[in-house]
């Protein structure tokens, strides 16, 4: 059974940053895509960032380009984002999930709104001054 953990969410200040965490698990192959998502009250699910297992076929949201980093530990089963230069916009409950709808065929890069796959329970983001 695949099972997705976050953890690493909480309350910032504009400017800050934070580290999120996913522990993947029950897998019994190694060749898959993970992403980031956040969905803030009253909006739709968006990706923010995925890669492939391999590191291969990295996405990210434009919004986040250059401030948010995807990034994984294979020994561990381990998905990471760090968030940094973090604006009010950024606050929401953030999802790691795996095996999710993809836009394109052989890419990470999620389809709008993605419901299917596997995710995990959520980590609140919240960044107010």
């Known amino acids: 059974q695949v099972r997705l953990t976050e953890s690493g969410g909480g309350s910032v200040q504009p400017g800050g940053s934070l580290r999120l965490s996913c522990v993947i698990s029950g897998y019994t192959y190694r060749s898959y895509c993970m992403g980031w998502f956040r969905q803030a009250p009253g909006k739709e699910r968006e990706g923010v960032a995925a890669?492939?297992?391999?590191?291969?076929?990295?996405y990210y949201a434009d919004s986040v380009k250059g401030r948010f980093t995807i990034s994984q530990d294979t020994k561990s089963n381990t998905l990471y984002l760090q968030m940094s230069s973090l604006k009010p916009e950024d606050s929401g409950m953030y999802y790691c999930?795996?095996?999710?709808?993809?836009?394109?065929?052989?890419?990470?890069?999620?389809?709008?709104?993605?419901?299917?796959?596997?995710w995990g329970q959520g980590t609140q983001v919240t960044v107010s001054s």
């Open positions: 890669t492939y297992t391999d590191g291969g076929s990295t």
């Open positions: 999930a795996t095996d999710y709808p993809v836009a394109y065929s052989g890419s990470c890069t999620p389809r709008r709104s993605p419901s299917s796959g596997h």
